[in-house]
């Protein structure tokens, strides 16, 4: 069997800081298996979580915000990925790449120039690493005409399927995505569907940091919206956002939720006379309303599970709420299925970058409406040693179809 390393990073989705995993894969292609070998959660400084929520949340931010931002989260990525793997130098030698999803600081896959741009400079992460960097996995996909979004669906069905039932797979991160694993997924796993079921910890965090004057970058667990009370009115204001009417594939119009919408959330709940408690639990019982609503009207039939992974998942007030709406169908961690629900955004990035590396088009355009596949993502070398080791990898996967082909 075929064996490497890789490593795979994500910001997470509360911007707290950087999720790095160690990560053997072996196989390749869709018959490869990933293996957990270490993982490591390097929190962000104050003044950096400070400077990504006000640079995300501007209308128009400094470009000068912008470039430090850039280049500090390349030296953060760098750091952690150093950290993740002193305890095991002699692993280290052996892998081969890095997976990283960068800061998503725009995404727009339904304007009229759909285009995605991504903080976090990872020429810094390729220099202090000397290991070739994979990115921007979605570029491709808008450029063929999909949404770009969710471009780790390959990686929900590689991971979760099973024929025996129908399963979905929803991960709370800033977006809620949902991701539908029926029994028979079809060549190129064409049955697969999936697309961004709304704003979520975007909407929580963001309101926690206007509550707390940024002392607290999210609910812990829900303490604070479950002393809240629902405003109704106001619930069902938001819900009349054309965004929760349209087909799949889409993707969360990140513009209309943004720090503007949030303000608006505070002013229209005093007008109700409802405190930020009230505005809290209403808005959590809009992401869990808005995710189920999507569920039940895109899916022709219902899923035998819904398993969860993602920040939001340990808000106890919003999960209960999915639960109670979701019954009688389970919602499960993905814990309980062999993998942990903190790691697997980071997890997934390795495996992109695996897929990649194997010659395997990332992109599913029954998930994102894209004209067809593509071998996406950017590469930025590492040392001329890492590099090489790159390019034989990637020529012993793609020899063997050219042979076949002559």
């Known amino acids: 069997m075929t064996s490497r390393y890789l490593i795979g990073l994500s910001s997470g989705s509360s911007l707290v800081g950087v999720d790095a995993a160690l990560v053997r894969v072996d196989g390749t292609g869709a018959r490869m298996a990933l293996h957990l070998e270490h993982f490591l959660h390097a929190p962000f400084g104050a003044e950096l979580r400070d400077l990504l929520w006000r640079t995300l949340t501007s209308a128009a931010p400094d470009a000068r915000h912008l470039g430090t931002l850039h ?95 129908h399963r979905v797979r929803l991960h709370l991160g800033r977006m809620a995505t949902l991701v539908s694993l029926p029994t028979q997924l079809g060549l190129n796993s064409r049955n697969v569907l999936g697309w961004q079921a709304a704003p979520c910890t975007v909407l929580l965090d963001g309101l926690m940091r206007l509550m707390t004057n940024g002392l607290e970058p999210f609910d812990a667990g829900g303490k604070h919206a479950v002393q809240g009370r629902c405003l109704e009115p106001l619930l069902e204001r938001w819900m009349q956002n054309h965004f929760f009417h349209e087909r799949q594939p889409k993707c969360v119009p990140r513009h209309e939720f943004g720090l503007d919408f949030l303000n608006r959330a505070i002013d229209q709940a005093k007008r109700l006379g409802g405190n930020l408690h009230d505005v809290l639990c209403t808005m959590t019982h809009f992401v869990a309303r808005t995710i189920v609503h999507s569920l039940q009207e895109h899916l022709p039939a219902a899923p035998a599970r819904v398993l969860v992974s993602g920040g939001g998942g340990r808000n106890g007030f919003l999960w209960h709420l999915l639960e109670q709406k979701l019954l009688p169908i389970p919602l499960e961690k993905i814990d309980a299925h062999g993998l942990s629900a903190d790691t697997f955004k980071a997890l997934a990035c390795a495996g992109l970058a695996a897929l990649t590396m194997d010659g395997v088009p990332i992109n599913l355009p029954s998930v994102t409406g894209a004209s067809g596949t593509r071998l996406a993502g950017q590469f930025t070398p590492g040392n001329t040693a890492n590099w090489a080791r790159c390019l034989t990898w990637m020529a012993r996967q793609v020899a063997p179809a050219h042979a076949a082909a002559a």
């Open 71 to 165: 280049r500090i989260l390349g030296e953060t990525y760098a750091l952690a990925v150093k950290q993740l793997l002193e305890p095991h130098r002699q692993i280290a030698k052996d892998v081969l790449g890095i997976g990283c999803s960068g800061v998503p600081l725009w995404h727009d896959g339904a304007g009229r120039y759909p285009a995605t741009l991504q903080l976090g400079m990872l020429s810094v992460l390729a220099e202090r690493t000397g290991l070739t960097t994979l990115s921007d996995f979605s570029s491709r996909d808008l450029a063929l005409g999909g949404q770009g979004m969710p471009i780790h669906a390959l990686m929900d069905a590689l991971l979760f399927h099973q024929p025996e039932e």
